[in-house]
């Protein structure tokens, strides 16, 4: 079956510590995002990839790295320096360059600082 | 800067009642509206719209966008319990691709 996986589901980080997010996907997209989505916030882009090798910063990428070192992967590292990692995040994917076409969620990581 | 602002931003009613939520969007470029409805944790899609004026319509849902007045509205007619969600109104522009969400309207139907 296609689509986009996320793990783990669940996530605790102690303070000072980086974490990694995995996200894979089998759709042969191109283009892959990472939201961030706090209570009554929708959904903020941290970065977003539209090639391999290449990545872009979004509207909160500080405190956070990535890379795309694969088509189908895009981890997410959480690092020490976002000073509150809590929430919930969503990778998702599209095609590019390919007119009006939806992007496909996945299930998302809960990243919760204790 | 790109702005994508939904109301209501929350919203309770109870089974059988209309409901219509808005999405307004200032935008450089557009190129299409997308709804997407999120009840535990992945998002999915619902329409995409494109052009103005034209009704999209899947069983009691249906969304409409004014490109004059730059807005949409997401009808859910007949209401059911399994419609409590976040519906999330997002705005593609042309050149990057990328979706700008709004904040979401939190839709709950009590039976």
């Known amino acids: 079956d296609g689509g986009i996986t996320q793990s783990p589901k669940y996530l605790f980080r102690k303070e000072g510590q980086n974490v990694t997010l995995s996200c894979e996907q089998n759709l042969n997209h191109d283009a892959m995002y990472w939201y961030r989505q706090d209570p009554g916030q929708g959904l903020r882009l941290i970065y977003y990839?539209?090639?391999?090798?290449?990545?872009q910063k979004g509207d909160i990428a500080e405190g956070y790295s990535v890379s795309r070192e694969k088509k189908e992967s895009f981890p997410l590292t959480v690092t020490s320096a976002q000073k509150n990692p809590t929430a919930f995040y969503l990778c998702?994917?599209?095609?590019?360059?390919?007119?009006?076409?939806?992007?496909?969620f996945g299930q998302g990581t809960r990243l919760t600082v204790v | 800067e790109d702005k994508v602002v939904q109301s209501p931003l929350s919203l309770v009613v109870h089974e059988g009642d209309t409901v219509t939520l808005n999405c307004s969007y200032e935008v450089t470029n557009f190129r299409s509206l997308l709804w997407y409805k999120q009840e535990k944790k992945a998002p999915t899609f619902l329409f995409m719209l494109?052009?103005?004026?034209i009704e999209k319509k899947s069983g009691r849902l249906s969304s409409i966008l004014d490109k004059k007045e730059l807005f949409s509205i997401l009808n859910i007619t007949a209401t059911q319990t399994g419609d409590s969600a976040i519906y999330l109104c997002a705005v593609e522009t042309g050149g990057s691709y990328i979706p700008t969400f709004g904040r979401g309207t939190s839709l709950i139907v009590h039976p």
């Open positions: 990839s539209q090639i391999v090798n290449d990545f």
């Open positions: 494109t052009s103005s004026g």
């Open positions: 998702a994917s599209s095609f590019r360059g390919i007119a009006n076409t939806e992007a496909f």
